[in-house]
């Protein structure tokens, strides 16, 4: 498990890497679990563990998740 921090809404997010695709969120109102899927065109969805639906919210907090990874990796 790793743990990093992004920014979403003016806010630093703690964020820890469960797995490859599920990633435990601490929001200021809550902490979710997020998973990330692909669908069959190779793009990635981000669902509340449990929900069978991407929301604004999850899609952000996933484009952000991503963002850091990408750039972790690039500094690697």
Not at 24 to 50: C, M, S, Y
């Amino acid at each position: 498990m790793s743990t990093f921090h992004i920014q979403l809404n003016q806010h630093e997010i703690g964020v820890t890497r469960q797995d490859e695709n599920i990633f435990i969120v601490r929001l200021p109102e809550k902490t979710i679990h997020l998973q990330k899927r692909q669908d069959n065109e190779g793009a990635n969805h981000w669902f509340e563990e449990g929900k069978d639906n991407e929301t604004p919210q999850t899609a952000e907090i996933g484009t952000a998740i991503e963002t850091w990874l990408a750039k972790d990796s690039a500094d690697a």
